[in-house]
């Protein structure tokens, strides 16, 4: 049996370690150094531009292997595309709040040195023709300019064509739909191989960027940061504390402790692998443990997850707003809408893996004509605001099998005799434990 091969030194660091190595590695620099390094700044903006490339292939893969592969069936289908909206509109709700009263982006400063391409300023919603506008009139220019609403029509008619021309296949006996689906998910794994390329260069663009602000700006900038991230995680908690457990205390009627003792387990492995994907048979396990039905419990988790991406939703609403405010940018009522919508079509095309968040918000301000400039320095807090983002949308993916589980004919007899999930914790099973380390 051959010798397993040495793991480099920085093969062992994990990637969170890495980027906070980055990130104290450049915060020395710039201090020692000074304005001297404010160059550095460009590679942070070379990092962007790779994601910002490999973005948009990604989303339309995504949702054509989606719509291949995956089928939302009748009622439940129905059902839980409105639980995913409620969450939605809440996530976004509690964006938009925070980011208008506190305005978090107002001490975020941005380089000294950007000149970025702005809004013209507010204006009044115009819907019909802001809806015209959206369609593509080729298929170059929604690549081309990496607009994520045009991208995501595309891709919808084209998944909706595909999944005809499967059915009709399938009718027919004939396999050529084969080749389609072997295109698209070699499409999917190539951009998620890319992308993670892209994404271990992610430590070396925290350095960089870091050098720069601090070179420049000195250690006030770090007070920017951390309010910006203080934001963003107490929006997150405000989804998760008040939108979630109020479906389980007002409708599902399950005690919050049976709840968390056991979605606890994979809340822990999301914030460890900042991956709601990842963590996906650990959800699966869970929701069996809490009495969850096998049909709702893949209907939230594996069809439905990319409407259960609400920390995502309310992460990129809230930054956006938050670099609108940055670049003293004032967008009216009706460019918020439009900001929202954006940033929902973009959750519904990322993939849940690791960085979607930071990955899909490159889009999201390119689409609405918002500066990048920012994004590099966004970079540095990442690390930790996407374990926050991967947690809820776990939690969400076990509220959405919850909810969906109470509404589901096969409960409706146990409805009837008795409240749903007010019965002792034994009656919907122990908490699963923590899977042996290998």
């Not at 387990?265 to 999301?270: E, K, L, N």
């Not at 973009?346 to 899909?360: D, F, Q």
């Not at 918002?370 to 320095?377: N, W």
């Not at 605001?385 to 949308?393: P, Q």
């Amino acid at each position: 049996m051959e010798p397993s091969p040495k793991k480099s030194v920085l093969s062992r660091i994990s990637p969170p370690a890495r980027i906070l190595l980055g990130m104290f590695a450049g915060a020395a620099v710039g201090l020692a150094f000074g304005p001297q390094v404010a160059g550095l700044g460009e590679i942070g903006k070379v990092v962007i531009g790779l994601i910002k490339m490999l973005a948009t292939p990604l989303i339309l893969f995504v949702i054509l292997d989606a719509l291949l592969r995956s089928s939302l069936k009748g009622k439940s289908g129905l059902r839980m595309i409105v639980i995913s909206m409620i969450n939605g509109l809440f996530a976004l709700a509690i964006a938009l709040t925070l980011a208008n009263t506190l305005k978090p982006g107002r001490v975020l400063e941005p380089p000294t040195s950007t000149t970025p391409s702005i809004l013209s300023g507010a204006r009044p919603l115009r819907i019909l023709e802001d809806i015209l506008g959206m369609i593509p009139t080729n298929l170059v220019d929604p690549f081309r300019n990496n607009a994520i609403i045009p991208v995501v029509m595309l891709a919808v008619c084209v998944g909706i064509a595909l999944r005809k021309f499967k059915s009709e296949q399938i009718e027919s006996g004939a396999s050529d739909y084969l080749a389609i689906e072997g295109f698209v998910s070699g499409g999917l794994r190539s951009c998620e191989l890319l992308l993670g390329w892209v994404v271990a260069l992610l430590p070396f663009g925290v350095f960089a960027v870091m050098a720069q602000a601090i070179g420049t700006q000195g250690l006030s900038v770090l007070g920017g940061l951390a309010k910006y991230a203080g934001v963003v995680l107490l929006g997150l908690l405000l989804q998760i504390g008040l939108v979630y457990q109020g479906w389980l205390v007002f409708f599902a009627r399950m005690p919050l402790k049976t709840f968390w003792t056991v979605v606890k387990t994979p809340v822990i492995f999301a914030a460890g692998s900042s991956s709601s994907l990842a963590t996906l048979p650990i959800t699966l396990r869970s929701l069996k443990q809490l009495g969850v039905s096998d049909s709702s419990a893949r209907m939230s988790a594996c069809v439905a997850t990319n409407l259960n991406n609400d920390g995502i939703l309310l992460y990129e609403a809230l930054a956006a707003m938050i670099v609108a405010q940055a670049f003293g940018i004032t967008l009216g009522f009706g460019e918020q809408l439009m900001v929202a919508a954006i940033c929902v079509l973009a959750t519904i095309g990322v993939a849940g893996v690791p960085e979607a968040g930071m990955i899909s918000l490159a889009v999201v301000l390119t689409s609405a004509k918002l500066p990048l400039e920012l994004l590099p320095l966004m970079l540095t807090v990442d690390w930790m605001l996407g374990r926050a983002r991967a947690i809820t949308n776990v939690v969400g993916d076990c509220i959405g099998a919850v909810v969906l589980d109470r509404f589901e004919a096969n409960h409706d007899a146990l409805i009837e005799k008795q409240p749903a999930y007010i019965d002792p914790p034994s009656q919907w099973g122990t908490p699963i434990e923590s899977p042996s380390r290998s």
